[in-house]
T-cell receptor
Framework: GAVVSQHPSWVICKSGTSVKIECRSL??????MFWYRQFPKQSLMLMAT?????????EQGVEKDKFLINHASLTLSTLTVTSAHPEDSSFYIC?????????????FGEGSRLTVL | EDQVTQSPEALRLQEGESSSLNCSYT??????LFWYRQDPGKGPEFLFT???AGEEKEKERLKATLTKKESFLHITAPKPEDSATYLC?????????????FGKGTKLSVKP
């Protein structure tokens, strides 16, 4: 499998500020990474697909101007929550897919807990 | 619409008491069914992938099976360290490559 690291593990910020979360693939060169979000007692939901060297692809209902994704290298993708509001408080988890597209396994990072006051 | 339903929502077992978790799914063409373990405040840990009906996979005390409509995660003689939330997810032919449809999970508690 792939080892995926996220930073920070948790962050608290004031409403209106921006927060950046990093996702690193430590042992696998990932041309594609995925960002998920999980609300308490809810399912993980895919937010966007991060593509190395190109624009991210966002799922329906996810605001691309609010959740900025940058995938500048094969081992690093960042998610920036801009002008955060309390409703953005959630558990954000990135993942890396190994193997062929559409058939490989997804390996997840440890997650980043965002709390917006 | 692709959908995953897990049952029960919560399960309490005594150490050594074997049981099964259920994952029912409806999907427009199954590309794979995945089982993950998630500890509180952590990301999901990959357990198994199943691709076709009749397939089975085992890892220590866990065994996953797959039919055309559901998957079971069998836990044999569980230990307290098996306590976690177990997530089931499917990937369909209609979705993007990273879009796993997750169930809400079964929270397993194993008492010593």
């Amino acid at each position: 499998g792939a080892v995926v690291s996220q930073h920070p593990s948790w962050v608290i910020c004031k409403s209106g500020t921006s927060v950046k979360i990093e996702c690193r693939s430590l042992d696998f060169q990932a041309t594609t990474m995925f960002w998920y979000r999980q609300f308490p007692k809810q399912s993980l939901m895919l937010m966007a697909t991060s593509n190395e060297g190109s624009k991210a692809t966002y799922e329906q209902g996810v605001e691309k101007d609010k959740f900025l994704i940058n995938h500048a290298s094969l081992t690093l993708s960042t998610l920036t929550v801009t002008s955060a509001h309390p409703e953005d408080s959630s558990f954000y988890i990135c993942s890396v897919q190994t193997g062929a597209p559409y058939t490989g396994e997804l390996f997840f990072g440890e997650g980043s807990r965002l709390t917006v006051l | 619409e692709d959908q995953v339903t897990q049952s029960p929502e919560a399960l309490r077992l005594q150490e050594g008491e074997s049981s099964s978790l259920n994952c029912s799914y409806t999907v427009s063409g199954l590309r794979g069914l995945f089982w993950y373990r998630q500890d509180p405040g952590k990301g999901p840990e990959f357990l198994f992938t199943l691709y076709s009906a009749g397939e089975e996979k085992e890892k220590e005390r866990l065994k996953a099976t797959l039919t055309k409509k559901e998957s079971f995660l069998h836990i044999t003689a569980p230990k307290p360290e098996d306590s976690a939330t177990y997530l089931c997810a499917v990937r369909s032919y209609g979705g993007s490559q990273g879009n796993l449809i997750f169930g809400k999970g079964t929270k397993l508690s194993v008492k010593p």
